[in-house]
């Protein structure tokens, strides 16, 4: 820290695997000073077919080896983990948590183009994150006369994880798996797994042109806004950014899904950690 103001240490932020990148993405282009340290679970991956009880350690073991390299605030860019893991890591954690679900819920409430309030929303996301709840929770806490219609979709996140994203099978995939929301008259779909932006393209396909889709990167980037400078001192002015790559398995792998599908950023050192 160079004085009272300002705090040269990275932010935090982790994932199950490749899906957080999208929010980093998002949160590095905002603040071009600030540096961040990426950690994938990839060991672990998915989380989003596991209890509750399993998410909240990881989450807790990934946040601790994040704290344990001096992270000044740290934000949770797994839906899964921010939906069964955010409760016990803010009662933990000496830093700053930022979770996706909540500023997700606050762009979905606005996001009709007449500017008023969407009357039906639908979110997808993992059978854990959809099981938890936490969605049709946050969004009630907005505006409880919004209608929450929640598909899980178990098949996204290998696909992205393997990569098969241009692969003609993706289209039959999600067209299928989203069948049941065809019928639904959604205004906004909430895109609640940070793997899925990366498969934006064919969901706007596929939902139609009427439906906004909803992805929580930029809202996020908006929420970590509101913590600099508040709860989370800023980077000094004119800071070179660092980005920093960690993961729990597999680097190489890990580094060309992401540099295949993440174009935003560059993905060079990855370190290989135990947690
Ligand atoms: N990207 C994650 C999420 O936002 C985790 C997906 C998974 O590991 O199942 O939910």
């Given at each position: 820290m160079d004085d009272q103001r300002h705090d040269e240490r990275p932010i935090g932020l982790f994932d199950s695997g490749v899906g957080g990148l999208t929010v980093l993405e998002a949160v590095a282009r905002r603040f071009p000073e600030e540096s961040f340290l990426y950690l994938g679970d990839t060991a672990r991956v998915p989380y989003g077919t596991k209890s509750a009880r399993t998410v909240e350690r990881y989450t807790l073991q990934v946040a601790d080896c994040l704290l344990r390299r001096g992270v000044k605030g740290?934000?949770?860019?797994?839906?899964?983990?921010?939906?069964?893991?955010?409760a016990a890591l803010r009662a933990q954690s000496p830093v700053p948590v930022i979770g996706v679900i909540e500023p997700g819920c606050r762009a979905a409430a606005a996001a009709r183009p007449d500017g008023g309030q969407p009357a039906r929303v639908g979110v997808i996301g993992t059978r854990s994150t959809v099981a938890s709840g936490a969605?049709?929770?946050?969004?009630?806490?907005?505006?409880?006369?919004?209608?929450?219609?929640?598909?899980?979709?178990?098949?996204?996140?290998?696909?992205?994880?393997?990569?098969?994203?241009d692969h003609p099978?993706?289209?039959?995939?999600?067209?299928?798996?989203?069948?049941?929301?065809?019928?639904?008259?959604?205004?906004?779909?909430?895109?609640?797994?940070?793997?899925?932006?990366?498969?934006?393209?064919?969901?706007?396909?596929?939902?139609?042109?009427?439906?906004?889709?909803?992805?929580?990167?930029?809202?996020?980037?908006?929420?970590?806004?509101?913590?600099?400078?508040?709860?989370?001192?800023?980077?000094?002015?004119?800071?070179?950014?660092?980005?920093?790559?960690?993961?729990?398995?597999?680097?190489?792998?890990?580094?060309?899904?992401?540099?295949?599908?993440i174009s935003g950023i560059a993905v060079e050192a990855v370190e290989v950690v135990d947690l």
């Open positions: 740290l934000v949770v860019a797994c839906n899964t983990a921010s939906a069964l893991g955010l969605y049709p929770y946050h969004l009630a806490m907005l505006d409880p006369s919004i209608q929450v219609i929640s598909l899980a979709c178990p098949l996204f996140v290998p696909l992205v994880e393997e990569g098969w994203v099978a993706v289209r039959m995939i999600v067209t299928d798996t989203l069948t049941p929301l065809f019928t639904q008259r959604l205004d906004a779909l909430i895109l609640g797994c940070t793997h899925y932006p990366v498969l934006k393209g064919v969901i706007a396909e596929t939902m139609g042109v009427r439906v906004a889709l909803i992805d929580s990167s930029a809202a996020v980037a908006d929420e970590l806004s509101r913590h600099l400078g508040g709860l989370i001192a800023p980077a000094p002015r004119g800071a070179a950014q660092r980005l920093a790559f960690l993961v729990t398995d597999v680097a190489d792998r890990f580094k060309e899904t992401a540099t295949r599908f």
